[in-house]
């Protein structure tokens, strides 16, 4: 009788000690009013529902920066919420150990002029003890934070530029003037929760468009006018999410203007890659070290659609509730 009871006292034991381990497994979520895991520093003034930077606290200049300390170990994808309003600011910069991973405009998902709770994905990061994830506000403009959320991935840790983003990404908005005839080289990749768009225009005329307004709807992009349905996978039946590897070329002239724009809540592997017959940065195609004469006639077939051997983004969209 003894036996039984020591062997019941130590399965329960043993079982206590399995379900402890599998909670630090499980996801982590630091609202606005954790004390312990959250320092405000600046402008920030709090309700029942959120912190944001505000013109009536502080010294009343809506800066801050917000800095959460986690303690987790692991890999982990990073989730912040806020409240998007039209009144919002459009560039809450968000990083990860000390590297700015995304810049979200807080006002993508306020429709109609009524406000949102909105989840967007800083991508996923390797995390120690001493990780440290940030939102700083700086522009003067009024954002908003209701929470992170920390789920275990066992995605790849996104690969960031030192500014932030996608290696080879062009800015929020970029613009670039032919140096002489060749092509124009367009990379997309749209991952995204909430509304977003990718446009490509050459002397003012949009050769590219990609607009999508959540994770799941099949919203493919165009290119020169027509659809491309390959933009898009169906993971099941209903579910679509962006195609990695996506390219398309358009013939330039030598000063014709190339602009690029990103706009909305995208996620962190998004990406709009322009390269071409340019000076700078966008002077040859990412990844690869040709002058642009030599891409040029690599790519013969010139202003149509193609599937090329781009990096695919780190991770697809994986938020599947608001």
């Given at each position: 009788m003894m036996k039984k009871v020591v062997a019941c006292f130590l399965a329960a034991f043993v079982f206590s000690l399995l379900a402890l381990s599998t909670s630090n497994a499980a996801d982590l979520k630091i609202k606005f009013t954790d004390k312990g895991r959250l320092n405000y520093?600046?402008?920030?003034?709090?309700?029942?529902y959120q912190a944001y930077t505000s013109k009536d606290a502080g010294k009343g200049g809506r800066r801050g920066t917000l800095t959460c300390e986690p303690k987790l170990s692991g890999t982990?994808?990073?989730?912040?919420?806020?409240?998007?309003?039209?009144?919002?600011?459009?560039?809450?910069?968000?990083?990860?150990?000390?590297?700015?991973?995304?810049?979200?405009?807080?006002?993508?998902?306020?429709?109609?002029?009524?406000?949102?709770f909105i989840k967007v994905s800083l991508g996923v990061?390797?995390?120690?003890?001493?990780?440290?994830?940030?939102?700083?506000?700086?522009?003067g403009k009024s954002y908003s934070f209701v929470g992170f959320t920390f789920t275990t991935s066992t995605d790849v840790p996104t690969?960031?530029?030192?500014?932030?983003?996608?290696?080879?990404?062009?800015?929020?908005?970029?613009?670039?003037?032919?140096?002489?005839?060749?092509?124009?080289?367009?990379?997309?990749?749209?991952?995204?929760?909430s509304a977003a768009a990718l446009h490509v225009l050459v002397d003012g005329k949009e050769v590219f468009?990609?607009?999508?307004?959540?994770?799941?709807?099949?919203?493919?992009?165009?290119?020169?006018?027509?659809?491309?349905?390959?933009?898009?996978?169906?993971?099941?039946?209903?579910?679509?999410?962006p195609a990695p590897g996506l390219k398309y070329t358009v013939a330039l002239k030598a000063g014709q203007k190339v602009t690029s724009t990103k706009s909305g809540g995208y996620e962190s592997g998004t990406y709009?890659?322009?390269?071409?017959?340019?000076?700078?940065?966008?002077?040859?195609?990412?990844?690869?070290?040709?002058?642009?004469?030599?891409?040029?006639?690599d790519n013969?077939?010139?202003?149509?659609?193609?599937?090329?051997?781009?990096?695919p983004a780190a991770m697809d969209d994986v938020l599947n509730s608001k």
């Open positions: 520093q600046g402008d920030w003034k709090h309700i029942s982990y994808q990073i989730i912040t919420e806020f409240k998007a309003t039209v009144n919002r600011g459009n560039r809450a910069q968000y990083y990860v150990n000390g590297t700015k991973v995304k810049e979200v405009d807080q006002r993508a998902g306020a429709a109609n002029g009524k406000s949102a990061f390797e995390l120690t003890p001493e990780s440290k994830v940030e939102l700083r506000c700086e522009d690969d960031v530029s030192a500014d932030g983003g996608v290696a080879g990404d062009t800015g929020a908005e970029s613009s670039f003037v032919a140096k002489s005839d060749g092509d124009l080289v367009i990379e997309p990749y749209l991952s995204t929760y468009s990609w607009v999508r307004s959540d994770s799941t709807s099949k919203e493919p992009c165009v290119f020169q006018g027509a659809a491309d349905d390959k933009s898009m996978i169906e993971n099941k039946p209903g579910d679509y999410s709009l890659k322009i390269s071409g017959p340019f000076d700078g940065a966008a002077a040859a195609p990412a990844g690869t070290d040709k002058k642009p004469a030599e891409n040029a006639a013969k077939e010139g202003g149509k659609a193609a599937t090329g051997d781009a990096k």
